[in-house]
């Protein structure tokens, strides 16, 4: 499958955005999927995945209740929408298929940049 995110920007602390995941190749419904983010010097790190036993949910401690992630299988897109954004939050944003936390693939998309100003 192939995934292309989009959505980020410059938002100032307080604000939401709303990322877009388009997949090919594979629809989305095939996989468990992700959100990832990249600060700069820091890891990759888990954010938020959709199951598709039912649909289910789980989310880093560090984005609940103010993240969720969501899926639309006819427009085969998975969405992260971000409220109360904080500047912590800045980071490149990647989705992926998932197994858990944890990516299928090893390859990634270009990402899209988020970035929240205080």
């Known amino acids: 499958v192939q995934l292309v995110e989009s959505g980020g920007g410059l938002v100032q602390a307080g604000g939401s955005l709303r990322l877009s995941c388009a997949a090919s190749?594979?629809?989305?419904?095939?996989?468990?999927m992700g959100w990832f983010r990249q600060a700069p010097g820091k890891e990759r790190e888990f954010v938020a995945g959709?199951?598709?036993?039912?649909?289910?949910?789980r989310y880093a401690d560090s984005v609940k209740a103010r993240f969720t992630i969501s899926r639309d299988s006819a427009k085969n897109t998975v969405y992260l929408q971000m409220n109360s954004l904080k500047p912590e939050d800045t980071a490149v944003y990647y989705c992926?298929?998932?197994?858990?936390?944890?990516?299928?693939?090893?390859?990634w998309g270009q990402g899209t940049q988020v970035t929240v100003s205080s």
């Open positions: 992926a298929a998932v197994r858990g936390t944890e990516p299928l693939f090893g390859s």
């Open positions: 959709i199951y598709w036993n039912g649909g289910g949910t």
């Open positions: 190749g594979r629809t989305v419904s095939s996989y468990a």
